[in-house]
């Protein structure tokens, strides 16, 4: 019987090739684009899963509120960790990450001490020697409870491993560091290359043992510079332990540490300590200010999945509506069969057949449409995916998906055309109603309504982009050039600025680590008026630079003066953003003092400009004279870039002969710190795009369909006179008026979800009426010109050829 059923779906398809086509491309689309997504949503809540104890491995996150606004951070003291294993049976091992690195942040120079040319690395971090036991990492050689033991040791990753001493096991191996030859670095361990879906993306780990970072560093509990990973016992009460540690460590061991120093404590009342479970690092730390690695975000995850089930609605809508509409060229073939002998379950496992046979072919080409979009949805999405061909539950997930793909489109149907009476359908009794004319007008609405709610979604992504990378952010970005690794030239980072400022394309030059992009140096402390630290303070950056940095970068001064390098006092001089003289309190805050442990004086004010990301106001920034050398900033003409560089990077070989010149631009970098947006915005484009073209594909067949059901009607029109932008309105006028309902009930839903997401920027494009204008003004174009072809055509047909019959 079932062979039966599937021989008649065949013939039905070949009967009607344009809907049975239309139905299984857009079947395809929906489906491809709801296989890509789970892809990604796969891959991102994979995060730190294949760990075996990572139920009881957390990381300690603080909280707390000031001035209204809540901060949330990983920051900790160096004490805390070994604190909490003593003090809290709870905790089975603790240790400490610490991303800030004495060798220059997470990059490096590196070398083998028998090599003379440095190799740029990314990825180090500093770690105790619990840290690869608490999160599992696969060893290669060595063991992971002494790869760190030692001071001075490293964990390098394979990858780095075979690079630097290939084919060998280079435990106890020495390598040279930012040519410092005084710190003896040697390999400890060698791990296995951190797969992509772990939250850590270190290639190497620096041991911890016996380093401080500042005097009393270790011992201090006023100094937040370390991350803390606990692994705690079977069956421990996160929400529990976490209320035990806050009440411990800020009465026992924080606050007296801020009282001993005569810091306020103002605010601490509401700070408290979470313990977040390591599977939700990746998902759930989008809201952490000082985490500095990169994170998904869970909002995304439940955004995209709405977007793969609404497009997949989409596809079987399309399905639904060409199905009911052509049950009038069907009943017969209904009464036919109920009149030798079918009974209803006959002709619904038949329906639901034909729907199963559209899902599966559709589903096939599916997958063929995924594989081909794949690199393209790769790119976009900013993350490695691939199809897991080999996992076991693919196939039976598949198949699964087919039939329920298949058993969602039809089931209506399928019971709606069973339902036909034998009698009044053979004797042409048999009335359609207007019932189900409305649920396909509400269908058609509801298609052009989601593709309404994504195409101003795309707009309004399109114009934030375009204000975070071309408004004035506070400095100018365009044309300077960044040296990285310039603490190579050591002792000689003087002359080299010198030298570059002798060649004619170099405007001006700067040497600041601290500079206002992403991936550079940042220095939070606590600021006071006076001495006085029992008044509330308050929290800002202290940024190190020379008397170039400003006129390098385009920053301008409201009030008072630059640095000047011959005036000796100004070593003890500061210079404050806007945004620090205002929570200060100073209205002319020129000669005022500033203090954060030593008194200075306020000789500038420089224009608030955006250092961190935009979503965020302007944070408090003081600037004090001095040089941190690991990145050199140049100001150069765009005449002729290429040459400039060249000429620049002849410079730099003069001095560092054994190293090769590593830059990027700054604008790039800029825009590097909104990667999510652009992406965001490619992911809304393309998938508005597949929204559009399946609704239009169905108006197209819905359109094809009504324009052969009301042949008769047209051709009585024409002989009777009615002209042919009479007919064109007919029909026409009825699927406009849809599309402008689609937009009636669109341009509410997308304002409110547009302006909650753009709530999370401090500094934002308005939502206009031009945004909903011009999205709503593209869908009823493209739905013209969709149904266009079909009105014309039926217009213009020859009324004889249809009425000979008559």
């Given at each position: 019987m079932t062979r039966h059923y599937v021989k008649i779906a065949f013939r039905s398809m070949q009967k009607q090739k344009l809907y049975a086509s239309i139905n299984i491309i857009g079947f395809a689309i929906g489906i491809a684009a709801c296989l890509l997504i789970s892809l990604y949503i796969y891959h991102e809540t994979s995060y730190d899963r294949d760990n075996p104890h990572g139920d009881q491995v957390v990381r300690v996150v603080g909280r707390i509120q000031r001035e209204g606004v809540d901060l949330s951070g990983i920051g900790f003291q160096a004490p805390m960790a070994k604190t909490l294993l003593a003090d809290f049976p709870e905790v089975e091992k603790a240790g400490r990450l610490m991303s800030n690195s004495l060798f220059g942040g997470t990059t490096n120079q590196v070398r083998r001490p028998d090599q003379t040319t440095n190799n740029y690395e990314e990825g180090f971090c500093f770690a105790d020697s619990t840290i690869p036991e608490i999160l599992d990492i696969k060893m290669v050689y060595g063991s992971r409870k002494q790869a760190l033991a030692e001071p001075y040791s490293i964990l390098l990753s394979k990858s780095l491993a075979d690079k630097y001493f290939p084919g060998e096991n280079p435990i106890g191996r020495p390598m040279v560091f930012n040519e410092n030859p005084r710190l003896p670095i040697k390999v400890g361990g060698v791990m296995a290359d951190l797969p992509s879906n772990s939250h850590l993306q270190y290639k190497a780990f620096i041991s911890l043992a016996g380093l401080s970072f500042g005097d009393g560093e270790q011992q201090s509990w006023t100094q937040s510079n370390y991350g803390i990973y606990l692994q705690l016992r079977k069956g421990t009460d996160l929400a529990a332990l976490g209320k035990k540690v806050t009440d411990d460590v800020l009465e026992n061991y924080i606050l007296p540490a801020f009282r001993a120093k005569g810091r306020s404590i103002a605010g601490w009342k509401g700070a408290h300590l979470i313990l977040q479970p390591l599977a939700d690092i990746h998902l759930h730390s989008y809201d952490i200010q000082d985490d500095p690695i990169h994170h998904g975000d869970i909002r995304f995850i439940w955004f995209f999945a709405g977007i793969a089930v609404f497009t997949l609605l989409l596809a079987c809508i399309n399905f639904l509506n060409l199905s009911t509409a052509r049950s009038a060229n069907r009943a017969k073939e209904v009464g036919l069969r109920k009149v030798i002998g079918s009974t209803r379950s006959n002709l619904i496992r038949q329906f639901l057949t034909e729907s199963l046979l559209y899902s599966c072919l559709a589903c096939c080409a599916a997958l063929a449409l995924a594989l081909l979009a794949l690199p393209l949805f790769r790119q976009m999405a900013g993350v490695r995916l691939s199809i897991?061909?080999?996992?076991?539950?693919?196939?039976?997930?598949?198949?699964?998906?087919?039939?329920?793909?298949?058993?969602?489109?039809?089931?209506?149907?399928?019971?709606?055309?069973?339902?036909?009476?034998?009698?009044?359908?053979?004797?042409?009794?048999?009335?359609?109603?207007?019932?189900?004319?409305?649920?396909?007008?509400?269908?058609?609405?509801?298609?052009?309504?989601?593709?309404?709610?994504?195409?101003?979604?795309?707009?309004?992504?399109?114009?934030?982009?375009?204000?975070?990378?071309?408004?004035?952010?506070?400095?100018?970005?365009?044309?300077?050039?960044?040296?990285?690794?310039?603490?190579?030239?050591?002792?000689?980072?003087?002359?080299?600025?010198?030298?570059?400022?002798?060649?004619?394309?170099?405007?001006?030059?700067?040497?600041?680590?601290?500079?206002?992009?992403?991936?550079?140096?940042?220095?939070?402390?606590?600021?006071?008026?006076?001495?006085?630290?029992?008044?509330?303070?308050?929290?800002?950056?202290?940024?190190?630079?020379?008397?170039?940095?400003?006129?390098?970068?385009?920053?301008?001064?409201?009030?008072?003066?630059?640095?000047?390098?011959?005036?000796?006092?100004?070593?003890?001089?500061?210079?404050?953003?806007?945004?620090?003289?205002?929570?200060?309190?100073?209205?002319?805050?020129?000669?005022?003092?500033?203090?954060?442990?030593?008194?200075?004086?306020?000789?500038?004010?420089?224009?608030?400009?955006?250092?961190?990301?935009?979503?965020?106001?302007?944070?408090?920034?003081?600037?004090?004279?001095?040089?941190?050398?690991?990145?050199?900033?140049?100001?150069?003409?765009?005449?002729?870039?290429?040459?400039?560089?060249?000429?620049?990077?002849?410079?730099?070989?003069?001095?560092?002969?054994?190293?090769?010149?590593?830059?990027?631009?700054?604008?790039?970098?800029?825009?590097?710190?909104?990667?999510?947006?652009?992406?965001?915005?490619?992911?809304?484009?393309?998938?508005?795009?597949?929204?559009?073209?399946?609704?239009?594909?169905?108006?197209?067949?819905?359109?094809?369909?009504?324009?052969?059901?009301?042949?008769?009607?047209?051709?009585?029109?024409?002989?009777?006179?009615?002209?042919?932008?009479?007919?064109?309105?007919?029909?026409?006028?009825?699927?406009?008026?849809?599309?402008?309902?689609?937009?009636?009930?669109?341009?509410?839903?997308?304002?409110?979800?547009?302006?909650?997401?753009?709530?999370?920027?401090?500094?934002?494009?308005?939502?206009?009426?031009?945004?909903?204008?011009?999205?709503?003004?593209?869908?009823?174009?493209?739905a013209l010109g969709t149904i266009c072809w079909q009105a014309v055509r039926a217009s213009l047909a020859n009324p004889v050829e249809t009425l000979r019959a008559e």
């Open positions: 897991p061909w080999s996992a076991w539950w693919l196939a039976p997930v598949f198949l699964l998906f087919i039939l329920v793909i298949g058993l969602l489109a039809g089931i209506y149907p399928a019971f709606y055309l069973s339902w036909f009476k034998p009698i009044e359908v053979l004797k042409g009794k048999l009335r359609m109603g207007s019932k189900h004319g409305r649920l396909r007008s509400g269908l058609v609405v509801f298609q052009f309504t989601v593709s309404l709610i994504l195409l101003i979604g795309t707009t309004v992504v399109y114009r934030q982009m375009q204000y975070i990378l071309h408004t004035r952010i506070g400095f100018d970005k365009d044309q300077i050039v960044m040296i990285q690794g310039a603490d190579a030239l050591r002792n000689q980072t003087m002359a080299f600025k010198t030298e570059l400022l002798r060649l004619p394309a170099v405007q001006r030059a700067s040497i600041s680590d601290y500079l206002p992009v992403g991936g550079t140096k940042r220095n939070g402390n606590n600021f006071w008026k006076s001495g006085d630290h029992a008044v509330p303070g308050v929290v800002g950056q202290i940024w190190r630079v020379d008397e170039d940095y400003i006129p390098t970068l385009g920053m301008k001064l409201v009030a008072g003066r630059n640095f000047a390098k011959d005036m000796h006092t100004d070593s003890n001089a500061v210079i404050i953003n806007q945004a620090m003289a205002d929570q200060l309190g100073y209205k002319e805050p020129l000669g005022k003092n500033l203090n954060n442990g030593e008194n200075r004086i306020i000789i500038g004010v420089v224009e608030n400009f955006n250092f961190e990301d935009i979503k965020h106001k302007v944070q408090p920034l003081c600037m004090v004279p001095g040089i941190s050398n690991s990145i050199v900033s140049v100001k150069v003409k765009g005449a002729d870039m290429q040459r400039t560089l060249a000429s620049i990077d002849e410079a730099w070989k003069h001095f560092v002969p054994a190293q090769a010149m590593r830059y990027t631009f700054l604008d790039e970098n800029y825009a590097s710190m909104y990667v999510d947006v652009q992406r965001m915005q490619y992911l809304f484009t393309g998938f508005a795009l597949l929204a559009v073209i399946i609704a239009c594909l169905g108006l197209f067949a819905l359109a094809a369909f009504m324009a052969e059901q009301r042949r008769k009607e047209i051709s009585i029109r024409k002989v009777l006179g009615a002209p042919v932008s009479n007919l064109f309105g007919l029909l026409t006028m009825n699927f406009m008026k849809l599309i402008l309902l689609s937009f009636v009930v669109a341009t509410p839903i997308s304002w409110w979800l547009m302006h909650k997401w753009l709530q999370d920027y401090a500094n934002r494009v308005s939502l206009s009426w031009d945004v909903f204008a011009l999205s709503g003004g593209t869908v009823l174009l493209i």
